[in-house]
């Protein structure tokens, strides 16, 4: 187990048991996320991939990722699936700004070292993008996609590991 800050406050690898907190951190992060970002229509329509069979089953049941937790609560997880791409990085709007999100990155890239060199890739949203350009990822192109009929922007982005 990998600590950080504070007593209580630590990363651990994702277990299966895990998944239902973790379709909750999703949906949370997204329902608190800066509403400068997204409209609303927006947001129903992302966070309404929390719970849809078959939309975050695999990275979910077969992505190696960590969660940072602080006393025994899931606040943000990272996955990766398959192997070379960053699929999901989310936290609770409660325990943004607060570190969550950098240390797992740091463990995700660090795992990731073990095959190295390798390029990491993900979608960026525009709520993660400027964390991502603050640990020395770069932006491969920006992206348009739709969810739910609803029209998104995102980054496509990499980071090569050596």
């Known amino acids: 187990m990998a600590s950080f800050s504070s007593l209580n406050r630590y990363l651990r690898p994702c277990e299966s048991s895990d998944e239902m907190a973790l379709r909750e951190v999703y949906e949370d992060a997204i329902r608190t996320c800066d509403k400068s970002l997204y409209s609303q229509e927006q947001i129903e329509a992302w966070?309404?991939?929390a719970y849809l069979p078959g939309i975050l089953d695999k990275p979910l049941k077969q992505g190696v990722g960590w969660v940072s937790c602080v006393d025994k609560t899931i606040e943000a997880f990272?996955?990766?699936y398959p192997h070379n791409r960053l699929a999901l990085l989310y936290c609770r709007g409660r325990s943004s700004r607060q570190g969550h999100a950098t240390a797992l990155l740091h463990q995700i890239e660090a795992d990731t070292l073990t095959?190295?060199?390798i390029t990491?890739?993900?979608e960026a949203s525009l709520c993660s993008y400027q964390l991502l350009l603050r640990h020395g990822w770069t932006i491969i192109a920006p992206e348009e996609i739709q969810i739910g009929g609803v029209h998104f922007s995102r980054y496509l982005m990499e980071k090569t590991l050596y």
């Open 47 to 49: 966070s309404a991939l």
């Open 78 to 80: 990272a996955l990766k």
């Open 115 to 117: 095959d190295k060199p």
């Open 120 to 122: 990491l890739k993900t």
